[in-house]
T-cell receptor, first 116, second 109 residues
Framework: SAVISQKPSRDICQRGTSLTIQCQVD?????MFWYRQQPGQSLTLIAT?????????ESGFVIDKFPISRPNLTFSTLTVSNMSPEDSSIYLC?????????????FGEGSWLTVV | LAKTTQPISMDSYEGQEVNITCSHN???????ITWYQQFPSQGPRFIIQ???TKVTNEVASLFIPADRKSSTLSLPRVSLSDTAVYYC??????????FGTGTRLKVLA
């Protein structure tokens, strides 16, 4: 399975600021995803990070609020812009690996953001 | 996209076998079924994956009937450390992995 590292692991952010989360994978992967998990809730897919092109966003998420970069097959960043307390969540990077029965997705440990 | 439905919560006692069932009526031919375990403030951890029939590894078994419209995760002899949220995920489908609500398992002493 892929080993995924996320930075920062947690942060406390001021309202109105922006924070960039980094995701580094130990092997080249085709598909990378960003999820948000609000307290006590399930995971919600934000977007698919596409290498060399614009990310594909899910309904309710827009590029201006969550800009994503994917410069190569092992790295991606998610920026949470102009943060408000409603953005307090765990943000998770995940990758699809082709090992096993089929594509399996693996997760980093997440970045816990608290907006005050 | 295959939608999944699981019980919201379950309680069990230490040493018991726990079975968590997931319904996925519109599973596609190229979809696999994967189960994850998540502890608070951590990312989901892969447990087991299957396509049909039965799969077993060192921590769990996965039972999938012939029609593949449901699946059951079986955890043998649970302990307090198995208290977590368990997610059933069906994919890759159109390569968008959508999570359902998950099942909160509480293991009691």
């Amino acid at each position: 399975s892929a080993v995924i590292s996320q930075k920062p692991s947690r942060d406390i952010c001021q309202r109105g600021t922006s924070l960039t989360i980094q995701c580094q994978v130990d092997s080249q992967v085709t598909m990378m995803f960003w999820y948000r998990q609000q307290p006590g809730q399930s995971l919600t897919l934000i977007a698919t990070a596409n290498q060399g092109s614009e990310a594909t966003y899910e309904s309710g998420f827009v590029i201006d609020k969550f800009p994503i970069s994917r410069p190569n097959l092992t790295f991606s960043t998610l920026t949470v812009s102009n943060m408000s307390p409603e953005d307090s969540s765990i943000y998770l990077c995940s990758v699809a690996s082709g090992q096993g029965y089929g594509n399996t997705i693996y997760f980093g440990e997440g970045s816990w953001l608290t907006v005050v | 996209l295959a939608k999944t439905t699981q019980p919201i919560s379950m309680d069990s006692y230490e040493g018991q076998e726990v079975n968590i069932t997931c319904s996925h009526n519109n599973i596609a031919t190229n979809d696999y079924i994967t189960w994850y375990q998540q502890f608070p403030s951590q990312g989901p951890r892969f447990i087991i994956q299957g396509y049909k029939t039965k799969v077993t590894n060192e921590v769990a078994s996965l039972f999938i009937p012939a029609d593949r419209k449901s699946s059951t995760l079986s955890l043998p002899r649970v302990s307090l450390s198995d208290t977590a949220v368990y997610y059933c995920l069906v994919g890759p489908g159109t390569y968008k992995y959508i999570f359902g609500t998950g099942t909160r398992l509480k293991v009691l002493a």
